[in-house]
């Protein structure tokens, strides 16, 4: 397990048709991310999800596709202008 960390910011959040909330947070360049899913019961009475969060770096995963990284990049960077890294989005 690695002991640095990176700041990633809220890029993706879908809802499915099982309750499911999918949560992506990604590295400022949009290269890395890691994908999290909740129940949306659980966003009401857990933790909040916040604009950026420290992942580990060794849990990161890459992004597979140019255009993927493009939007992340862009997703993260709106992110990061609007809100502070602590806020609940």
């Known amino acids: 397990m690695s002991d640095s960390t990176v700041r990633c910011w809220l890029v993706e959040r879908t809802f499915d048709d099982r309750n499911l909330v999918t949560i992506v ?10 994908q999290r899913e909740r129940s949306s019961t659980s966003l009401q009475t857990g933790a909040a999800v916040t ?21 992340y990049a862009t997703e993260a960077e ?5 809100y502070d890294p602590d806020d609940p989005i």
């Open 25 to 34: 947070y990604a590295t400022p360049d949009g290269s890395r991310y890691q």
């Open 51 to 71: 604009a950026a969060t420290e992942i580990p770096d060794d849990e990161l995963e890459p992004v597979a596709d140019e255009e993927t990284r493009e939007r």
């Open 78 to 82: 709106r992110t990061a202008e609007q």
